[in-house]
Every structure is written in C-alpha cells, then in structure tokens.
C-alpha cells in the first residue's frame, strides 16, 4: 500500500520568510506528483504538477522538485505572503487498474503572519 | 473554460437517510474521482470512472456508490447514513493539459460538505 507522509504538519512563519515544505512516498513506481493548496472548507487548488520523467517545476515565486529514488518531494515558497496561508497537500499517483490514482499527504498547515 | 462544479455546496441529512451527490467534470475530461476528506483521515479516494465504467474502487462500504453518465457527468450516492460519513466530498476531473505541462492533471470541485444529524 502507498503511503505519502508530509513534514512539517504545520508551519507559522513571518511574512518575508523562505519555506520548504516535504512530501514523500513509499513506492517509486509513481506517475506524477501533484502539489496543491486548500483553503478553509474549500476545494483543492491545483499548483505545480511533477511528471515522473522531470525533476522540476516552477510557477512564480513556487518551485516543486522531485527525487523518486529517494521518495521525496519539495515544495519550495520563495519569499513568503499573508496571502500563503492556506494547507499544502502533495498527491502522488501511482498505476492501478488501468489508472493513476492519488494518494494524498496529510498536509502542511501553513500561517504567514504579517 | 469552466471549472468543475459539484451540487449542491452544502446539505444536511438524518442518519438512515440517503444523499446523492452531482458533479460535473471539465469539457473534455472523461475520467471523473470522488473523494471523502474528514479531520480523522484526510483525504480519501472513493472511486474513479471513465467511460461511464468504474475504473478504480477505494477501501469504503458498499453503501457508497457512484455512477458516470454518457456526458461524463457523475453520481455518487451515500446510503443508510450514519454520523460517521460527515464530511467534505470531493470531485475531481483528470484530462490532458493542452498547455506547456502535458501532464494529465487533476482538477477538482469546491466540494460538496455533508453533515449527518
């Protein structure tokens, strides 16, 4: 069975600050990753996806890398923003049954406080 | 293009009741997930259809059940309620990114939050 395990569970920075967030998973069989934000009582927002043949992406002031040999993901924010807070889930896909299905992470609970 | 759009937001049900769930995926995508997230466990998958057949199932009861229709739009149903199914469903639709990326990404709704008294 996968298992993704994200580090740390929670997070509460000053605003200006660079942070790193951890995703990592058991099976290096992965497809993609996909990092996402979630705000309070809403859906997912979808922010960097990582194909298993790449080793990064960026996308403003986000940077998401992936290392399957180790099982890890990052997730860099680069100069942090009240607007950030929000909690951070990382979904690995994995095949099965013809499909890729997710496995989410527990989540980052990130506060930027001004 | 519009987004995914799950019905309705918010509802609330009596255990023993049954509550059936709508979502409709992005122009396009023909692969639709469903998601159960709740404090204790995070999120959860539930199923997957593509096709209108069920691709993938999750580790839940039988009386969660789900179907797809020719348009790609998707059902779930929850029968028999109990306190424990309180939570936010999500859906999500999985297609091909005609941009940079090609990845296939997966997209989801603003969910559907069930409280079950």
């Known amino acids: 069975k996968q298992e993704v395990t994200q580090i740390p569970a929670a997070l509460s920075v000053p605003e200006g600050e660079n942070l790193v967030l951890n995703c990592s998973f058991t099976d290096s069989a992965i497809y993609n990753l996909q990092w996402f934000r979630q705000d309070p009582g809403k859906g997912l927002t979808s922010l960097l996806l990582i194909q298993s043949s790449q080793r990064e992406q960026t996308s403003g002031r986000l940077n998401a890398s992936l290392d399957k040999s180790s099982g890890r993901s990052t997730l860099y924010i680069a100069a942090s923003q009240p607007g950030d807070s929000a909690t951070y889930l990382c979904a690995a896909r994995f095949p099965s049954g013809g499909s890729y299905i997710p496995t989410f992470g527990r989540g980052t609970s990130l506060i930027v406080h001004p | 293009k519009a987004g995914v759009t799950q019905t309705p937001r918010y509802l609330i049900k009596t255990r023993g009741q049954q509550v059936t769930l709508s979502c409709s995926p992005i122009?396009?995508?023909?692969?639709v997930s469903w998601y159960q997230q709740t404090p204790g466990q995070g999120l959860q998958f539930l199923f997957e259809y593509f096709s209108e057949t069920q691709r993938n199932k999750g580790n839940f009861p039988g009386r969660f059940s789900g179907r797809q229709f020719s348009n790609s739009r998707s059902e779930m149903n929850v029968s028999t309620l109990e306190l424990g199914d309180s939570a936010l469903y999500l859906c999500a639709s999985s297609g091909w990114d005609r941009g940079a990326s090609g990845a296939n990404v997966l997209t989801f709704g603003a969910g559907s939050r069930l409280t079950v008294l």
């Open positions: 122009s396009g995508h023909r692969s």
